[in-house]
Every structure is written in C-alpha cells, then in structure tokens.
C-alpha cells in the first residue's frame, strides 16, 4: 500500500479510483485530515492532505508524526511525498524538478 502526503496540488482525491474516507487518531493527535483509501493503477494508496482539504493548516502547524503514524497503522508500505515552493536561484525555473540533498529535522 502507498502513502501519498500531498502538498498544494497533489491533494486531489480525483487521482484515486473507488475511494473511501477514514477519520482516524494517533498516539500524537490527529493527522491533518481524513485518510482518503482508494486505489491507482489497481494498487492501494492512502492519500493524505499535508494542509488540510480546505488548506487550513500552516506548515509550521503540521502534525507530521501524527501524519506518519496514521499511514503505518494504515499498512502503507512506502510514503510519497510532494512540496512546492520557490527558489533564490535563476537557474532553477518554475516548474523544475528538485531532490533535496539537506533537510531541516524540527
């Protein structure tokens, strides 16, 4: 099974196929909205909004552990997950693709 944490624009449940809601609690709160369960592809995914549906949630306000455990009590097997945001740097351009290699841990 997949996790997909979606960021702006790759939180539309549309991408699954036959889906269902799941509200659920963690050890740690809430997750940041209901687990959307459906499938792409014939392969089960769990989408999950990193904001909130209706973007209610600031990134600093993002229950992320809550986040993570709901999907692994969920079996999700592997986690996706998107951002966007800007860049400082003229060569990088909108709509480029970019793997970090540093990473802030809060």
């Known amino acids: 099974k997949i996790g997909i944490?979606?960021?702006?624009?790759?939180?539309?449940?549309?991408?699954?196929?036959?889906?269902?809601e799941k509200y659920v609690s963690t050890p740690y709160g809430k997750p940041s909205d209901a687990l959307i369960l459906g499938k792409i592809k014939n392969v089960d995914c769990v989408l999950l909004a990193r904001h909130g549906r209706h973007h209610t949630i600031m990134p600093s306000n993002v229950n992320y552990r809550a986040n993570i455990w709901a999907l692994k009590e969920e079996n999700c097997s592997h986690v996706?997950?998107?951002?966007?945001?800007?860049?400082?740097?003229?060569?990088?351009?909108?709509?480029?693709?970019?793997?970090?290699?540093?990473?802030?841990?809060?």
């Open 5 to 20: 944490i979606g960021g702006t624009g790759l939180d539309d449940p549309d991408i699954l196929e036959g889906r269902t």
């Open 80 to 106: 996706i997950v998107s951002t966007a945001c800007g860049s400082l740097r003229e060569e990088i351009q909108p709509g480029d693709l970019v793997i970090i290699d540093q990473f802030i841990d809060r």
